[in-house]
């Protein structure tokens, strides 16, 4: 089986403009989270999404959201990127089969704002 | 607040010894732990995970224990191999919170030859 797949896996940008990442997940997986990872603050939820529903959010500005579509596929878009925003972007998907969470990660989107 | 501490950001171990990783955390609501192992460039990888309703899972060379009473767990790696050496992520979840994992900050492992 395929893993959690994501693009592009490096990106730059500059201050002011809009990103949008993509995740593919494990086929038959209909939940699917993303994560921020910076030095600082480790590994941070940003939202989790369910049949293309978004079921949980983190504290995260309203700058940051994301969508699902009907495959599972999930995108997640940063307006106005601002420096602080550089960070490693991962995304995990689950079967959520039952109430635990065990959830597998792809690579990651690295990505830089000048 | 950090909900999830590891409290030791490095922990270094020779070849074939035992390697004993700590998690602690705050919020009794947890019921789930998971430990994901990170490489450079890579996403976490997905190790062990143990339900509050039990003390101990194993799997290979990786047990985990969870002591509920202390909100503390430990992933006990047995014989140490350099290839794991890796940056170890503690995890918990809450039934409810579906999706969203709290994630410690990592103790990166280093297993000399």
Redesign the interface.
């Known amino acids: 089986k395929a893993g959690?797949t994501q693009t592009p896996r490096y990106l730059i940008k500059t201050r002011g403009q809009q990103v949008t990442l993509s995740c593919s997940p494990i086929s038959g997986h209909r939940?699917?989270?993303w994560?921020q990872q910076t030095p600082g603050q480790?590994?941070?939820?940003l939202f989790?999404?369910?049949s293309e529903t978004q079921?949980?959010k983190?504290n995260f500005p309203g700058r940051f959201s994301g969508r699902q579509f009907s495959n599972s596929r999930s995108e997640m878009n940063v307006s106005t990127l601002e420096l602080g925003d550089s960070a490693l972007y991962?995304c995990?998907s689950?079967l959520?089969v039952r109430?635990?969470?065990?959830?597998?990660?792809?690579?990651?989107t690295r990505l830089t704002v000048l | 607040d950090q909900q999830v501490k590891q409290n030791s950001p490095s922990l270094s171990v020779q070849e074939g010894r035992i390697s004993i990783l700590n998690c602690d955390y705050t919020n009794s609501m947890f019921d789930y732990f998971l430990w994901y192992k990170k490489y450079p460039a890579e996403g976490p990888t997905f190790l062990i995970s143990i339900s509050s309703i039990k003390d101990k899972n194993e799997d290979g060379r990786f047990t985990v224990f969870l002591n509920k009473s202390a909100k503390h767990l430990s992933l006990h790696i047995v014989p140490s191999q350099p290839g794991d050496s890796a940056v170890y992520f503690c995890a918990a979840s809450a039934t409810g919170s579906q999706g969203n994992l709290i994630f410690g900050k990592g103790t990166k492992l280093s297993v000399k030859p």
């Open positions: 959690v939940s699917v989270s994560y480790g590994l941070q939820f989790e999404y369910f079921r949980n983190g991962l995990a689950s959520l109430s635990y969470n065990e959830q597998f990660f792809g690579p990651g």
